[in-house]
């Protein structure tokens, strides 16, 4: 991803975004005149202009004078929203803050017992709006005794806004997966059953090992939906007080309840199925994936060789000529040429003959040829078509694409064909999510989506302020006239900021694209990490991630890969603790690993993280010196690290 910097004289700045972390690096004035920049101008009602070797006009000064005094009125004239929110909920907070000195000094039975105090105030009908700045000081403290963090004002408000319905949006980095401890605690205490929905199985399984802890700390039972899991192991995660599950998952969970055919196979609570969600990053949830289907099917008959014949005659056609491809709807259309020309080579009267059926054949051959490109759409590993998830970047194994798409994806990869899927069960996440009585989502982007959440889930947005002052300065875009100069002035970027130390992180839309920045990098001799959907990558995600900030770092990552994961400048220590303690341990294993795993450069590839307890039960005997370290401060790291 590429953003661009203000235009000063000659020279622009360019930057290589980071996500939460943006990175400024100036482009050379010479190299911005040869490839033809287009920046946008300072006043958003004009339009781009092209940066070439003409100067600039005279009156810049005197436009920019007025830029700068319609910003100035606006500054005094429009309200800042997060300021605004902060007012509307700062009472409450000042209600909060003044229980603290008493939270403080209870023991931590007498925490624990305030969760059964407020449980039968609810039964007894006080509201959950009544018991908020009690049970929000409860939390607070809870958290700060058990994770050592004790929630800012700003967090408190972020939950008040949950607990509301609405949707937060807070800046990166602002701490929304403690903020989602507070409503999730007060909501559990109506005894219906709380959803903390995420967008991957890693966080789910973050969240709750390590927040979650918060709510087991005050008697609260927290559940956990993960891949491959039992039917009888998923019905005691959705009966406990809060659950962490994967949208995916609940959704699919959703529809084998519809599917099953007595309550004993039902997963999900009976009597409250839906009753309080909080969705994290839920512009990609509620948007992105909006009208994307969970669908559960079934096979069909025998595959048809017709498939290897269409994708034959599909590779034959010319685009524009034989058909057109309207990429935005992902669809196709045969012309009239197309359509004699398909039908002299196959020898048939009329393609939607029922008793033939080649047009569906035809159609999704050549959706497979110009729609769905390997390494971008999906993978092939193992003589199998593995989907790539277009939000996430990563590989779903097991999914396939329905209507004989994917059988026409095979073979126009020359793969054997597997038999079609007849839809049993489907539904999408718009549909499914409205379920909810309750819903509340928190993300850094909202503000782009307003008028969507409000219009279709009747969803408010409300921005959060943040803790402290923003320094970050987020700049409009760079366009390119062709898209290798884009790449080489990322590469010349990442080369200058390299030089100096500092880490990068370079965003990739695609698998093809970070592969192909990836071999760009390494002609010019920098040292880096790829995360994409590639298999091997993919299992050492985490890993990757959080090590982008060491110094010297340069990572370059599929959109949203690694989310969630906590990017720390000079790296994350636990992760580097876990590295010298296999070093210190068992350097030959460590070296080995190194050697065999997939390398960029010359940083070696890390051990699981399951790997840490039997490496060290398996020292422990032939290091006896070190007997009572490992059983004490290293066992507590290493359980904090498994937990990240």
């Not at 005149?33 to 000064?61: D, Y």
């Not at 305030?114 to 700045?133: A, C, H, Y």
């Not at 341990?585 to 050697?595: A, H, K, R």
Request: net charge positive; with cysteine.
């Amino acid at each position: 991803m590429l953003a661009s910097k203000r235009l000063t004289g000659n020279a622009c700045k360019t930057c290589v975004s980071l996500g939460c972390n943006a990175r400024v690096m100036p482009v050379r004035a010479s190299m911005c005149m040869r490839q033809g920049v287009v920046t946008p101008q300072s006043s958003p009602s004009r339009s781009p202009r092209l940066i070439g070797s003409t100067r600039l006009r005279p009156g810049v000064s005197g436009r920019r004078a007025s830029v700068q005094t319609r910003a100035f009125f606006n500054q005094i004239f429009k309200q800042d929203p997060a300021e605004k929110t902060r007012r509307q909920y700062q009472d409450r907070v000042d209600v909060i803050n003044a229980l603290e000195p008493a939270m403080q000094a209870m023991s931590d039975d007498q925490l624990r017992a305030k969760t059964q105090e407020f449980k039968r105030r609810v039964q007894n009908g006080q509201s959950l709006d009544s018991i908020l700045p009690e049970a929000f000081a409860v939390v607070r403290e809870a958290s700060r005794r058990v994770l050592g963090l004790r929630p800012f004002d700003v967090q408190l408000i972020g939950g008040m806004i949950l607990h509301e319905g609405q949707i937060a949006e807070m800046r990166t980095g602002e701490g929304k997966t403690l903020v989602a401890v507070l409503p999730s605690y007060l909501n559990a205490l109506a005894g219906k059953g709380v959803h903390v929905v995420t967008v991957n199985d890693y966080l789910a399984r973050r969240d709750s090992e390590w927040v979650g802890q918060v709510a087991r700390f005050l008697s609260m039972q927290v559940g956990l939906v993960q891949a491959d899991m039992a039917p009888e192991a998923r019905r005691a995660a959705y009966l406990a007080d809060i659950t962490y599950v994967t949208n995916s998952e609940l959704g699919f969970d959703y529809l084998r309840d519809n599917l099953s055919g007595s309550p004993a196979e039902l997963v999900l609570r009976t009597a409250t199925p839906f009753h309080y969600c909080v969705i994290d990053e839920v512009d990609s949830i509620l948007i992105d994936e909006a009208r994307t289907p969970l669908i559960i099917s079934g096979t069909s008959d025998k595959p048809s060789d017709k498939y290897y014949k269409a994708a034959k005659v599909a590779d034959a056609l010319t685009k524009d000529i034989h058909y057109t491809v309207d990429e935005k709807q992902r669809n196709v259309l045969l012309t009239e040429d197309g359509y004699e020309a398909v039908e002299d080579v196959l020898q048939v009267s009329d393609l939607y003959d029922p008793r033939t059926q080649w047009a569906s054949y035809i159609i999704n051959a050549i959706k497979a040829k110009e729609l769905f490109i390997k390494d971008v759409n999906y993978i092939v590993k193992k003589n199998e078509v593995i989907i790539v998830d277009e939000f996430t970047g990563r590989t779903m194994p097991g999914r396939r694409w329905s209507d004989g798409l994917h059988q026409a994806v095979e073979a126009k990869e020359g793969l054997e064909i597997n038999a079609e899927s007849v839809t049993l069960a489907s539904v999408s996440y718009q549909a499914f999510f409205r379920n909810f009585p309750k819903l509340a989502g928190m993300t850094g982007t909202a503000a782009t989506e307003v008028s969507e959440f409000d219009g279709i889930y009747k969803l408010p947005v409300t921005v959060v302020p943040t803790n402290r002052t923003i320094s970050r300065v987020d700049n409009p875009d760079v366009v390119f006239r062709l898209e290798q100069y884009k790449w080489r002035a990322v590469v010349t970027e990442i080369k200058r900021i390299h030089r100096e130390g500092r880490p990068v992180l370079v965003g990739t839309t695609s698998v093809e694209k970070s592969e192909l920045l990836s071999e760009m990098l390494t002609q010019e001799g920098i040292k880096h990490q790829v995360l994409n959907a590639k298999p091997e990558n993919v299992e050492r995600e985490s890993e990757i991630v959080a090590q982008s900030g060491r110094r010297g770092a340069v990572t370059i990552s599929t959109n949203m890969a690694g989310r969630g994961t906590d990017i720390l400048l000079g790296g994350n220590p636990d992760y580097m603790a876990r590295l010298k303690l296999r070093e210190l341990l068992m350097p030959e294993l460590v070296s080995q690993v190194g050697l065999a795993g997939r390398r960029t450069g010359d940083t070696p590839s890390l051990l699981h993280v399951q790997d840490d307890t039997a490496l060290v039960v398996c020292c422990v005997p032939a290091l006896k010196q070190w007997h009572n370290w490992l059983r004490q401060p290293s066992k507590a790291s290493m359980t904090r690290a498994t937990m990240l």
